[in-house]
């Protein structure tokens, strides 16, 4: 069974960075596409970006140009490198991986910045 585990989220100011983590008890190798949502209060969870198994990547229009994926394969870890952070950011982040036709999810990870 496929596990993800988050890691990285905390409490940051405006403009400042943040790196979120995931983790994955298996080889990302075997997932068809990776990526990260988030999730604010009183809203719908929405895609932040992804990582195909190819490494190709795309975002979301408001974190294109801020926010970058990447992996180290050997760790099995999936990175949410977040830069320029706005108050909009705030949110609960998952990540979130595809295995041929099913999804799994982590738990979450809390991102707040302040002004």
């Known amino acids: 069974q496929v596990r993800l585990a988050e890691s990285g989220g905390g409490l940051v100011q405006f403009g400042e960075s943040l790196r979120l983590s995931c983790t994955a008890s298996?080889?990302?190798?075997?997932?068809?596409?990776a990526g990260w949502y988030r999730q604010a209060p009183g809203k719908e969870r929405e895609f932040v970006g992804r990582i195909t198994a190819g490494g190709s990547t795309d975002y979301a229009d408001s974190v294109k140009g801020r926010f970058t994926i990447s992996r180290d394969i050997a760790k099995n870890t999936m990175y949410l490198q977040m830069n320029n952070l706005e108050v909009e950011d705030t949110a609960v982040y998952y990540c979130?991986?595809?295995?041929?036709?099913?999804?799994?999810w982590g738990q979450g990870t809390q991102v707040t910045v302040s002004q």
């Open positions: 979130n991986a595809v295995q041929g036709v099913l999804p799994f």
């Open positions: 298996v080889s990302i190798f075997s997932f068809k596409s």
